[in-house]
């Protein structure tokens, strides 16, 4: 055999061995909420680059924010006969059928960030998540500490019916209610975007003869808060010493916002959480085992000051 077919031959075995070293090992289905915010389009970014890192084949699947297109994938992931499936879901009620459907199909079903509502609970194998009902504790902590229990508050709401929206909104009422001069004087949804939270703001400012007597604002996301921040300045207010500003999140732009004490203090969800994620759905379609329905991932509470020392 001449030199170079035997060069020619080596490298065609190494190249076998490579293909066979980083072919997936698994496929698995994600269907992602949308790309509102800042927040979401980092986790989803985070869910591919980590699915890659990790040898998984990743079929994701962006809902636009609608729930009739999560359903939509979550079938066709079923069609395709993925090992698992990750589900983000957009609101929590409205998931049983489709959740059925891929139990009789023996899929796996994971819930990451988002938790959903079902008559039976072992239709999803766990929910991978942090605990949105904390967040709204450590942000209604924070204001009761800094407003000393004496605060008139607007929350501008995540989108109606989503896990965050509710649970967030739970834990920060269950912490104001201890206190009998804080409450909630304006409500409205600004549907986790920037663009609705300026709108929101828009309509306080102007129902409150700009925002007087308001001491805080809670905002179910960041983003929201950002907008908020917008219609604040161009008010001719001074988000951060008028108003005491509190969100969740703690996206990058936030950051900046505590930086120039335009926000007060952020809880920090979390976006690169594939780490937290994958290893759960690789072990249990390894050695499959019966798992808490929930499995937290930390929050933290991040304040101007901290921001400033750091």
Not at 24 to 29: D, L, P, Q, R, V
Not at 135 to 149: N, P, Q, R, T, V
Not at 161 to 188: C, L
């Amino acid at each position: 055999m001449s030199t170079i077919k035997l060069i020619a031959g080596i490298v065609s075995g190494v190249t076998l061995l490579a293909s066979s070293a980083f072919a997936a090992e698994y496929t698995i289905g994600f269907s992602q909420v949308g790309d509102e915010g800042d927040w979401r389009p980092a986790f989803s970014k985070d869910m591919q680059e980590d699915a890659k890192t990790r040898g998984i084949d990743l079929k994701f699947a962006d809902a636009q924010g609608k729930q009739e297109e999560q359903l939509r994938a979550v079938r066709a992931f079923i069609a395709q006969k993925v090992d698992a499936i990750i589900i983000a879901p957009v609101v929590v009620t409205g998931w049983d059928q489709v959740l059925k459907e891929a139990k009789r199909s023996n899929i796996p079903v994971f819930l990451a960030d988002r938790d959903v509502e079902v008559t039976d609970k072992s239709l999803f194998v766990t929910r991978i998540s942090a605990d949105f009902n904390l967040e709204g504790k450590l942000a209604g902590a924070w204001l009761a500490a800094a407003s000393k229990g004496n605060c008139d508050i607007v929350e501008l709401q995540g989108t109606v019916g989503s896990a965050p929206a509710i649970e967030r909104k739970k834990g920060f009422e269950a912490v104001i209610s201890n206190f009998p001069n804080m409450k909630i004087v304006k409500t409205q949804s600004g549907d986790f975007t920037t663009e609705g939270g300026k709108k929101v703001m828009e309509a306080f400012i102007k129902a409150t003869n700009n925002l007087e007597g308001i001491c805080a604002s809670f905002a179910h996301n960041d983003n929201m808060q950002l907008g908020a921040i917008q219609a604040m300045k161009e008010a001719g207010l001074k988000p951060g010493k008028d108003v005491l500003m509190v969100s969740v999140d703690y996206v990058p732009a936030i950051k900046k916002a505590l930086d120039a004490g335009e926000a007060n203090a952020s809880v920090e969800l979390r976006s690169a959480i594939g780490k937290f994620i994958y290893p759960v759905v690789t072990d249990y379609l390894q050695a499959p085992k019966e798992l808490p329905k929930w499995i937290v991932i930390p929050s933290d509470l991040h304040t101007a000051a901290a921001s400033k020392m750091q």
